[in-house]
């Protein structure tokens, strides 16, 4: 039978039409005259996955003929944002399609906006797995993202009352365009259940699992598609369905509603993702989901090997997997199964391939969000995991004990089982120990993890360890979010910097350019009209599009402190109180970000927020001078309005407590400056655009270190600083809440009496440094001279430069050039 192949002219406007007509009509069964937004979106969507398609096949056929080693990214989650408007960039007809809507009379945006995103991950861990995707497809490397389908993502936020209110996300509910469902493709997971020994014909003694349940995998593919070339590679999502044979022993005994309740309870697996990035919980779900994704995505890499080579034996050759973080550790203990029981590989075999395949990214050195699974759960789900963790255990302690003869608190230390008291077992352990390369998301939090949290496997494997600092698609997060922005750089410098960021450099000779200047400042405002829409249609708020648009986007939580930032506001709110007319650089300080529901700080960090802003916002002392504005529901789509309307960033977590950080690289990607402590990638970040265009304040992470030391006393620094005192005074008489003094104590007072995030230590030194930012922005020219060397100074920062780096120095994988016509 013959493949249709791809053909040069399958891009052009008459061919495109032609499609949208026909998938409208024949796909969807609407006529043009009462087809809606969403089903034009729908239709057009179509049109464009059919392009994708044609490339996506000759991209696998391609990978299967050559042989190739293939990344696989192992991922509990993915925040790819909306694909239509990305897909057309990376096939290099948006600007003739929106010539083409507008000829008609339509504009692409609104189509565009009807696309619900895929909330598969929490915040930047999530988000980082799509845009290594992104740069993979880029890059043309051979990829695969393993992931799992959730039903329901992140929730959708909604501010009532000033409080945070979770809205279940339907993202399935008008179907998934963009996804292939291959029933075919489908594995089955044990779950639970005991383990037996006996003697195989031979003699050789060999394990039975006998589950307690069975679940089917079932995969759906997303066609990932790379600028400018014609790899497309793919994210493969695994979905939970119940095996038939269990339904039919069920229907055979006539009982039907038993059937039912196994399907449901089966698909329960992959129904919704967790919603908290830490602290760490111990779910038996959560372990289920975790095992699911790893069995699925490893049984399909035998398959896929299976295919073309006669054995496992040169597996390593052929895959190098990659955990982001440790939610799919489990896949090194499930590869050492597969290996060892269903393929009767030696155990040393097995476990020489297995540290070759797999390498592990740290991304928190929050001790609380640790993975750490209490052994009787763990070996309730998986039994005959935990023995094969006890065998890796005891193979690596004899090694410890060889290194370090006689130092027993070394082996406890490293030990995959903590046995200090309640027994667990420690993920992050498990991935160090089963994989040849670990490495954190930036430098400061490369050197943390080495001198702290992974400090005795450091020493032990000096060699293992590598720094790979994170970065973040310039496709995305600049050429598709920011049209203005690109159109002007394109005039002055070309469009080679959406392959290759460095090239941004050329910028610099413009900096002080006035005319250049000039519409640099243009399309900063252009961006920020565009927001106070936004803002005015979702709040209702009016905001002044001219006021410095101050902006701090991202999870809340207390290490974030996003409270000091409401210290700082409620501290220009007092002058102005004082003052009616002191003249201030106007503001509007822009909050977004979601609360994991059970995280109660944070849900009162949100009320607080808007509380402050109802009282600002509405006193006419204030005179519109400042505003305050609570965003609701950020995700991949919002961020895309906010990052490019943003003057300044906030970037001012507890220095030692932030892992990279990657909204710090959008924001200044698209010329906003940055306000931050020395922490995570914040450093580099300072490092790149220079001292003088970046607003440093707060202890460093020796410094918070020293203070920790000497016993910190948070009151002192309320007794001392006047206008610390002043706003901790008018927080807690009840001012922001109706006279309510209640509703903030606990606030306040984990302010005063324990501030483990050290606001009331960096208080004095954020207000100065954002009086300085107020004071710079008066002076345009500066300004916006410190802007375009903001973006012009960002190449490192791209996750191509990152992905370069994962594949030269930690999976060794080449690319693979990719033809039109195969
Ligand atoms: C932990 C947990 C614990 C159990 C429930 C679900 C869940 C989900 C995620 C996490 C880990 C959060 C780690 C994380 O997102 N780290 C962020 O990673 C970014 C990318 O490297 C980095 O820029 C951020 O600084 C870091 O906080």
């Given amino acids: 039978f013959i493949i249709k192949e791809a053909s040069d002219n399958d891009l052009d406007m008459e061919s495109l039409g032609r499609d949208l007509n026909e998938n409208l009509f024949y796909y969807l069964g609407k006529s043009p005259l009462v087809a809606t937004l969403q089903d034009i979106y729908h239709a057009f969507a179509l049109t464009v996955r059919k392009r994708l398609l044609q490339r996506w096949i000759n991209t696998s056929m391609a990978y299967v003929k050559q042989k190739v080693k293939v990344v696989c990214y192992f991922s509990a989650e993915y925040l790819p944002g909306p694909h239509l408007g990305n897909n057309l960039l990376n096939l290099g007809i948006f600007p003739t399609i929106s010539q083409a809507f507008a000829r008609v009379g339509a504009n692409l945006d609104y189509f565009l906006d009807q696309e619900e995103e895929p909330g598969l991950g929490n915040g930047g861990l999530g988000r980082l797995a799509a845009c290594y995707l992104d740069s993979l497809a ?12 959730y039903e329901f993502g992140i929730f959708d936020q909604e501010i009532r009352d000033g409080w945070q209110a979770e809205i279940t996300d339907k993202w399935l509910q008008w179907d998934n365009p963009w996804e292939i469902h291959h029933p075919e493709i489908a594995y089955e997971v044990k779950l639970g259940g005991c383990c037996q020994t006996h003697p195989d014909r031979d003699g050789r003694l060999v394990v039975h699992w006998h589950p307690e349940r069975v679940v089917k995998g079932v995969a759906y593919d997303t066609p990932i598609l790379g600028y400018n070339v014609n790899t497309c590679n793919v994210l493969r999502l695994w979905k939970a369905e119940a095996i038939e044979s269990f339904d039919f022993q069920a229907f055979n005994k006539g009982d039907y509603y038993d059937a039912v309740d196994e399907k449901l309870v089966s698909e329960n697996l992959t129904k919704v993702l967790y919603p908290n990035d830490e602290p760490f919980e111990g779910k038996k779900l959560r372990l289920e989901q975790q095992y699911f994704l790893c069995s699925c995505a490893l049984q399909d890499m035998i398959r896929l090997h299976l295919h073309f080579a006669p054995n496992l034996g040169d597996f390593h050759e052929s895959w190098a997997v990659q955990l982001n973080d440790t939610h799919p550790a489990i896949s090194v203990v499930e590869l050492m199964r597969l290996l060892v029981d269903e393929r009767q590989i030696p155990w040393d075999q097995a476990w020489d391939t297995t540290r070759k395949v797999f ?20 070996a309730q789900v998986l039994p005959r995991h935990l023995e094969i963790i006890f065998e890796i255990n005891r193979r690596f302690l004899d090694s410890v004990r060889l290194r370090y003869p006689g130092d027993n608190s070394k082996a406890a230390r490293l030990s995959l089982i903590d046995e200090s008291g309640d027994r667990y077992v420690r993920m992050a352990h498990l991935a160090c120990v089963g994989s040849h390369a670990i490495n954190g998301v930036s430098a400061l939090h490369t050197e943390l993890l080495k001198s702290s949290t992974l400090q005795d496997f450091f020493e032990l494997w000096p060699e293992k360890f590598y720094n790979i600092t994170n970065g973040v698609t310039p496709r995305r997060f600049l050429a598709l979010s920011n049209p203005r922005l690109t159109a002007l750089i394109n005039s002055k410098i070309g469009s080679d910097w959406i392959k290759d960021l460095y090239k941004l450099r050329q910028l610099e000779e413009f900096a002080e350019d006035p005319d250049f200047q000039q519409s640099w400042r243009e399309v900063k405002l252009a961006n920020k009209r565009q927001l106070a829409n936004a803002i005015k249609a979702r709040t209702g708020i009016s905001v002044d599009p001219q006021s410095m648009f101050d902006i701090q986007v991202k999870r809340l939580h207390e290490y974030k402190r996003q409270h000091l930032n409401v210290l700082h506001i409620i501290t220009l709110y007092l002058r102005l109180k004082k003052d009616p007319t002191l003249e201030i650089t106007p503001r509007t300080i ?4 979601k609360a994991a529901p059970g995280y109660f700080m944070a849900r009162l960090i949100i009320k607080l927020i808007s509380s402050v802003a109802e009282v600002v916002n509405r006193d006419p002392d204030v005179n519109d001078r400042l505003k305050v504005v609570f965003f609701p529901n950020f995700n991949v789509k919002n961020a895309q309005k906010i990052y490019p309307a943003a003057d300044l960033s906030q970037q001012i977590s ?9 909204g710090n690289m959008k924001f200044a990607l698209n010329g906003a400056l940055t306000i931050g402590t020395l922490d995570g990638a914040n450093v580099e970040i300072r490092e790149e655009v220079g001292p003088e265009n970046f607003f440093l304040f707060g202890h460093t992470v020796e410094e918070v270190q020293y203070i920790k030391a000497q016993g910190y006393n948070p009151y002192l620094y309320y007794q001392s600083n006047e206008h610390l005192r002043e706003v901790i005074d008018l927080l807690r008489s009840g001012f922001f809440a109706h006279g309510d003094r209640d509703l903030f104590r606990p606030l306040v007072e984990s302010l005063l009496y324990q501030d483990d995030y050290l606001l009331m230590a960096d208080y004095q030194s954020y207000i100065e440094r954002q009086d300085e930012a107020g004071m710079t922005f008066l002076d345009k020219k500066r300004w916006t001279r410190m802007s375009i060397l903001n973006t012009a100074r960002m190449g490192k920062f791209s996750s191509d430069r990152a992905i370069q780096e994962y594949c030269q120095h930690i999976w060794q994988v080449k690319p693979t050039f990719i033809e039109l016509q195969d």
């Fill in 590 to 593: 822009i909050f977004g970000g």
């Fill in 654 to 662: 507890t220095a030692g407590k932030e892992a990279s950080g990657t």
């Fill in 359 to 378: 390498s592990y990214t740290n991304h928190t050195l929050l001790p609380e969000a640790l993975e750490k699974w209490p052994l009787p759960l763990f």
């Fill in 138 to 149: 880029t890059l043309e490397i051979p990829a695969i993202g393993y992931g799992l389908r």
